[in-house]
């Protein structure tokens, strides 16, 4: 069975960093690109951050450019998102999602995705 894990959600003040992780288990992702969604309360998933399986090719929502990097481990199926001078609008549970096209994650199309991690920015 697939899994994807997310950690590392919590609460921080506004203009703090956190670092979301996502390990995948059960299958191999060799191939696979990987992103990261988000969800409000009261608001559709968005799109936040996707790289290839090789890493050379991201994409970012203009929301976060600038303030967000997704990276990859492929020798341990996981996918990070490193977010900086957070605010309080980056509030929402975080999910990553898993697709052999980084495009298809794009449109919000994927075919894994986990069960998300809060987070939480105080002003």
């Known amino acids: 069975q697939v899994q994807l894990v997310e950690s590392g959600g919590g609460l921080v003040q506004a203009g703090g960093s956190l670092r979301l992780s996502c390990a995948a288990s059960g299958r191999t992702f060799n191939g696979y690109a990987m992103g990261w969604f988000r969800q409000a309360p009261g608001k559709e998933r968005e799109f936040v951050a996707a790289?290839?399986?090789?890493?050379?090719?991201?994409y970012y929502a203009d929301s976060v450019k600038g303030r967000g990097t997704i990276s990859r481990d492929n020798a341990k199926n996981t996918v990070y998102l490193q977010m900086s001078n957070l605010k309080p609008e980056d509030t929402a549970v975080y999910y990553c999602?898993?697709?052999?096209?980084?495009?298809?994650?794009?449109?919000?199309?994927?075919?894994?995705w986990g069960q998300g991690t809060q987070v939480t920015v105080s002003s």
């Open positions: 999602a898993s697709d052999e096209d980084i495009e298809s994650i794009r449109r919000g199309e994927y075919d894994y």
């Open positions: 790289l290839n399986w090789s890493g050379d090719s991201e």
